[in-house]
């Protein structure tokens, strides 16, 4: 396409042409509105002005006769710009006046009527046209009293070409304007377009021009600038997922391979068999679990887990939790704890009791007091150490749900790593586990448009999942349902 | 591990050649007759002969998918059993899967033990008796009305969740109850703990019920999970 077929194509140039069409138009008819007013006002002048005039010479005729009627005539007829006069005998030759010659059977007729005339002292032989009126006085002389037209067809002359040059610089401007307008939109519509062509061809970090005028075009493009900056996020996400994965899982992949392959080799009896594939299938398990924990986080992030989700409190999860993990936790030797408040929210329970399980399980598996820190003897600080606190409260809009251990906590520079996938921080290399619960965790209160924090407990971790809380009648009634399971501490 | 009497008659839909063969063929190994289609329009036509105790339904399949296919069958009154299998294992599939008309939901990959499992668990409600009241095995007793556990002449005292874990691996004595289906059903959460939480509750239970009686009924299944049962098969 063309530029200049481009810039026709706009909508602000289709736009114009509409405009300037109804400006035209609005122009013509205000002109001609003028110009008809106009020559309506002028005629009216001129019947008035004859009218008097023929009721004057009527009256004069009738006073003086024929002679004072011919002295007013040849008196009017000479004063500089003066109307059109015409007396005839009944037999029709002129007696006095200033008319050199009418079109045929004007001075036949009564009445008004339009005609062409020339002067006696005119020059030219050029015609004019009057408006005249004729009267036939008594003893069948005729008079003829009119005006010139002149001044009436120069003022329509005037309000003609006042019309040709409007519309003229209305169709200049209104095109000029219309393709000015055209082209600065065109302009800006060209950049985003190849902003978006990069975009599509790979260039994720992109943006559209944002202006500062803060007009239609600008909104349009901060939207799409901000949809630009979560497809982003979200491809960022994805792309992390498949290096983690490939990086992560290759690792137990290898290590299944490698000992399929030492079992294929070395093993001479059925026992040794059949303790090699027990362990593959221990391993290809711990392998679908991480699996599952992945897609889950993925899923958790990108805000597809947004179905299913309901109003329920708080503490009902808190004390489920409790009631899961509390035999594991003492197995352990350790105490689980819980103490909940009503906290309603809304949200998906089986993820933020999974997020919860996560926290507890990490609590159980890394929260025993590091044996150093521990003084021989001091039987009463070590039961407190031993004790893993599950709480469920509500703090003004949000809803927390925390664990709290007394192990070696997690150092404040490593927190914000401790959430990434697969991080396991140093401390936790030896023991089992994917790497993916605080990761987990986290995902699932951004879901919810909450937070994963770790604090210290000092000695020992904290980590809450800070959720906005359902307020409002929902939230109220639910917590008046629910009053069985507040301020219980187990 | 050995299938109800008469012999259980099993359909499996499934697209995927090599898994479908590998479960007939292990499905035959427990003495199940194990009929097979390789599609959904297949396995609709041989489901609504109603000669299945249990369906068995991938839930991708060409020409028609799998809840589709269970859709229609409940529209006809077909009430078979089915049991969805799909590689998409996220709860809110899960629950769609279970909306659409299926009785029981198994993500892939599985393990053969905890399919076997829960069909077993599903042939038993669809033809099984009707609720009872008071389950046994052996000299244990438990009534569920009363919330009363005994074994023998001895009252055991059982917290609420250790009575609902009994309970539910009574109901389904003699069958294998894997500790995936022991943490749907008793607990009601389908996430997979990455500890052997299960394994806790389970050996509190057994201490409560097995501990100082000469015949234990709680075994553990190796690589399966657990069963109630009295005497030695």
Request: glycine share 10%; proline share 3%; aromatic share 6%.
């Amino acid at each position: 396409m063309t530029a200049f077929g481009k810039l026709v194509r706009t909508t602000a140039f289709r736009l114009t042409l509409v405009y300037l069409f109804l400006f035209a138009l609005f122009a013509a008819s205000l002109l001609g509105f003028f110009a008809w007013n106009t020559r309506r006002l002028i005629t009216e002048q001129i019947t008035t002005t004859v009218n008097a005039e023929i009721g004057e010479i009527a009256d004069i005729y009738a006073r003086r006769g024929l002679h004072g009627l011919v002295i007013t005539i040849e008196n009017r007829a000479l004063r500089p710009g003066a109307n059109l006069y015409l007396v005839t005998t009944p037999a029709g030759m002129a007696v006095a006046g200033n008319v050199g010659s009418l079109a045929a059977g004007v001075m036949g007729t009564s009445g008004w009527s339009e005609t062409a005339y020339r002067r006696l002292d005119d020059q030219d032989t050029a015609d004019h046209r009057a408006l005249v009126r004729v009267t036939e006085l008594s003893s069948g002389f005729r008079l003829l009293v009119g005006r010139d037209l002149e001044e009436r067809r120069r003022l329509l002359g005037i309000v003609a070409k006042a019309a040709q040059w409007s519309l003229l610089i209305v169709v200049v401007l209104g095109l000029g304007g219309g393709v000015f307008v055209a082209r600065r939109v065109l302009y800006r519509i060209d950049a985003m377009t190849g902003t978006t062509q990069r975009i599509m061809a790979g260039d994720l970090s992109g943006r559209l021009p944002v202006g500062r005028s803060g007009d239609e075009l600008d909104r349009l493009a901060e939207n799409l600038n901000a949809m630009l900056e979560r497809i982003e996020a979200l491809m960022m996400g994805l792309k992390e997922v498949s290096d983690n994965i490939a990086h992560d899982l290759k690792t137990p992949l290898t290590r299944l391979r490698n000992r399929a392959e030492d079992a294929l080799a070395k093993s001479s009896n059925e026992a040794e068999y059949r303790a090699a594939l027990e362990r593959t299938i221990e391993e290809s398990d711990g392998l679908i679990r991480t699996f599952n924990a992945l897609l889950m986080i993925a899923r958790a992030e990108s805000g597809q887990a947004r179905d299913n989700m309901d109003d329920f409190d708080a503490a009902a999860v808190a004390n489920g939790i409790h009631e899961l993990y509390e035999p594991l936790a003492e197995d352990d030797g350790m105490t689980l704890r819980v103490k909940t408040m009503p906290a309603p929210l809304h949200g998906n329970r089986e993820l933020i009791s999974q997020a919860l399980a996560n926290l507890v399980e990490n609590a159980i598996k890394y929260g025993k007091p590091a044996p150093a820190a521990q003084p021989l003897g001091a039987d009463a600080v070590a039961g407190a150490a031993k004790e893993i606190m599950i709480e469920a409260q509500r703090d003004g809009d949000r809803v927390l749900l925390s664990v709290t251990d007394h192990g070696p906590g997690i150092p404040v520079a490593d927190r914000g790593h401790a959430v990434e996938r697969f991080v396991r921080l140093e401390a936790s290399r030896t023991q089992p586990g994917s790497g993916l619960g605080l990761s987990l965790a986290s995902a699932v209160a951004t879901l919810h448009g909450g937070e994963l924090r770790l604090g210290d407990a000092e000695p020992g971790l904290r980590a809450t999942l800070a959720l906005p809380a359902l307020v409002g009648d929902v939230g109220d009634r639910l917590a008046a349902q629910l009053p069985d399971v507040s301020q219980k501490v187990a | 591990m050995t299938a109800t009497d008469p012999q259980m008659r099993l359909l499996i839909i499934e697209d995927d050649r090599e898994s479908a063969d590998y479960l007939v063929k292990a499905f035959r190994e427990v003495g199940y007759i194990a009929d097979l289609a390789g599609d959904g329009e297949e396995g609709l036509a041989l489901a609504d002969t109603g000669d299945y105790d249990v369906l068995v339904i991938d839930r991708m399949l060409p020409k028609r998918d799998g809840l589709s296919l269970i859709g229609s069958l409940r529209e006809k009154g077909n009430r078979t059993p089915a049991l969805i299998l799909s590689a998409l294992g996220q709860v809110d599939d899960r629950i769609k899967g279970l909306r659409a008309g299926g009785d029981d939901y198994l993500p892939k990959p599985y393990s053969f033990a905890e399919l076997l499992a829960r069909v077993e668990v599903l042939s038993r409600r669809h033809g099984g008796p009707a609720e009872e009241t008071t389950y046994r095995v052996g000299d244990l007793e438990l009534d569920r009305l009363s919330h009363r556990v005994a074994r023998g002449k001895d009252e055991l005292t059982l917290q609420p969740r250790e009575f609902r874990l009994l309970e539910y691996l009574m109901k389904h004595a003699g069958q294998v109850v894997t500790r995936t289906m022991l943490l749907e059903n008793v607990w009601d959460y389908h996430f997979d703990p990455q500890t052997n939480v299960i394994d806790v509750h389970i050996s509190r239970l057994r201490s409560k019920i097995d501990k100082g009686f000469e015949r234990p009924l709680l075994h553990t299944i190796r690589g399966a999970g657990y069963m109630i049962r009295d005497g030695i098969r």
